[in-house]
């Protein structure tokens, strides 16, 4: 028996499994509330793309939100005299507002920038990590530019204290470090930039594959979303040449 025919078996015995499981469940589904039922399977549609709705953070009011400030809700008015108005104006326990049409809006333009197959759930997987980082990304910025519950952070700098022994007695020792933030968002573009490589690196495989089937021809969508890829990591490159910025404020820091 051919390796491929036995791949079609094992498939054929995953996806029979899978379905048996499946239906369990549909029984189990048919004995709740049909709005009950509808927030599942709307749940079951997003996690077939990958989507994952538990990526922004969870809304616990205006009172214990420490982005209120950033939030669209309140108004401009409702902020500056610290009055965010009834819970009820929020959706409590529910993804946040800003940070949800923030991932949908990174999707969005991801499949649209990178020319990407909603069917493909390895590229869709992908996009949703980009989406993640660029989230993350902007709640540090948020951090940055109000700054933590210490007030720390606006100038990417943190003051931290602690006690240090010299004989019998104890001093408190200043110091200034570079806020966490300021890693955070160097280490999420790193992974940004890895994830753009290996979603380049899988159409890569991709082409390869279908051109030594005959399958494509050298001007095919696979190749063109490629070099839709490619130009994304040079844009991108550009954009971070010449910073230096983190060089440069920890030179500032040793000169102080």
Not at 66 to 90: L, W
Not at 187 to 192: N, Y
Not at 203 to 223: H, I, M
Request: net charge negative; charged share 30%; aromatic share 4%.
């Amino acid at each position: 028996m051919s390796e491929q025919k036995e791949l079609a078996i094992r498939q054929e015995q995953l996806l029979l499994g899978l379905g048996q499981e499946e239906s369990a469940y549909m029984d189990f589904l048919q004995n709740l509330k049909p709005e009950k039922r509808q927030r599942i399977t709307n749940s079951l549609n997003a996690m077939k793309h990958g989507l994952h709705a538990v990526a922004p953070l969870t809304c616990q009011g205006p009172a214990r939100c420490p982005f209120i400030n950033h939030c669209p809700i309140p108004s401009v008015e409702q902020k500056q005299e610290q009055s965010y108005g009834p819970t009820t104006d929020y959706p409590m326990m529910m993804p946040c507002v800003l940070e949800t049409m923030y991932q949908r809006q990174k999707i969005v333009e991801y499949v649209q920038h990178l020319d990407v197959d909603p069917d493909n759930p390895i590229e869709i997987a992908i996009v949703n990590e980009l989406a993640i980082i660029d989230l993350h990304k902007n709640r540090a910025l948020m951090i940055q530019s109000e700054g933590d519950r210490d007030g720390d952070g606006r100038d990417f700098l943190r003051q931290d204290e602690g006690w240090q022994e010299a004989g019998d007695e104890a001093h408190l020792v200043k110091s200034t470090t570079l806020h966490p933030t300021f890693d955070v968002l160097d280490r999420l573009e790193k992974r940004r930039e890895r994830l753009l490589e290996r979603l380049m690196e899988t159409r890569a495989s991709k082409a390869n594959f279908d051109l030594k089937r005959g399958a494509v021809k050298e001007d095919s969508n696979v190749l063109k979303e490629i070099a839709a890829v490619r130009r994304y990591l040079e844009e991108a490159s550009t954009r971070t040449q010449g910073t230096g910025a983190k060089e440069d404020l920890q030179a500032i820091m040793v000169d102080d």
